[in-house]
């Protein structure tokens, strides 16, 4: 995943995953003198939650002689969160959970924040709970060019999208947890307000009762689904790139997803 000379921007949320793998790639980095490292956080605008994140994300890259690059919703699209789930409720846009226009929102915001960074990768600490899940939902959703596209190392081609790796993405979260605690890592651990609406809560207590009855199980179905992706790929209709009309972003369709999502709450 990682070249010696890379630019390497870290998806760094404040929380403990994230921490974990800033904290390893700093030491990498010691060892590898032409790779450059910095942090970028998305401030979604969560009232309560996301600045003491930005504190403990800023406070760990000091630690660490760490560049720490900030990029907001509010700054990016003109709402915060709040003010996006507000607008969106008042609408009746209510079929949609705050999770659904974050997860694309942000997103867009960590593709903004590295590559105003100039960065050539971004690594984010997607664990193996994160990518059993991922595979789970998009199954629960029949989502199968989502399904064939996510996977450790993005392989989507476009002078504005930046690369993106999961070094992770075979960790199991207790263990990106462990690291935390055994290196004395500050990190947040208030859950974000939102969490709870998330079709993945349910199914991460789904997937970890299944663990627990049948050890193993999180790794088997990763394994499989690596087996599986390039029967996908072949099977899915590859994506060309065109222009968002707003935005003029990479995008599948001529109009992006966030600006579509953005255009329910003008
Ligand atoms: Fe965003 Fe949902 Fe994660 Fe909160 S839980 S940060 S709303 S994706």
Known sequence: MLSYDDRLAVAVSGGKD???????????????PKTTLF?????????????????????????LEIPHH?????ELYGYTLDEIVLRARGKGETELTACAYCGVLRRKAINAGARQ????????????????????????????????????????????????IKPFCEIPEKESALYAYV??????????PYASEALRNDIR???????????????TIFKAME??????????????????GECNEPSALDLCKACELLRHVR
């Open 205 to 219: 207590g789904m997937i970890n009762m299944i663990e627990q009855k049948h050890a193993g199980t999180k790794f």
């Open 18 to 32: 994230s921490l974990s793998l800033l904290h390893i790639l700093a030491k990498i980095k010691r060892f590898r």
């Open 227 to 244: 087996r599986l992706r390039p029967a996908l790929e072949e099977t899915t209709k590859k994506e060309k790139f065109r222009t968002c």
């Open 70 to 74: 900030v990029v907001s919703f509010k």
């Open 183 to 192: 290196k004395k890592i500050k990190f947040q651990d208030t859950p974000c």
């Open 39 to 63: 942090a970028v956080t998305v401030d979604e605008g969560i009232e309560g939650y996301r600045n003491e994140a930005l504190e403990i994300a800023a406070a760990n890259c000091e630690q």
């Open 117 to 164: 960074m100039h960065a050539n990768k971004v690594a984010t600490a997607h664990t193996l709970d994160d990518e059993v899940q991922t595979a789970v939902m998009n199954i629960f959703r029949g989502d199968i060019a989502r399904l064939s596209k996510e996977k450790p190392i993005t392989s989507e081609v476009h002078p504005l999208l930046v690369q993106k």
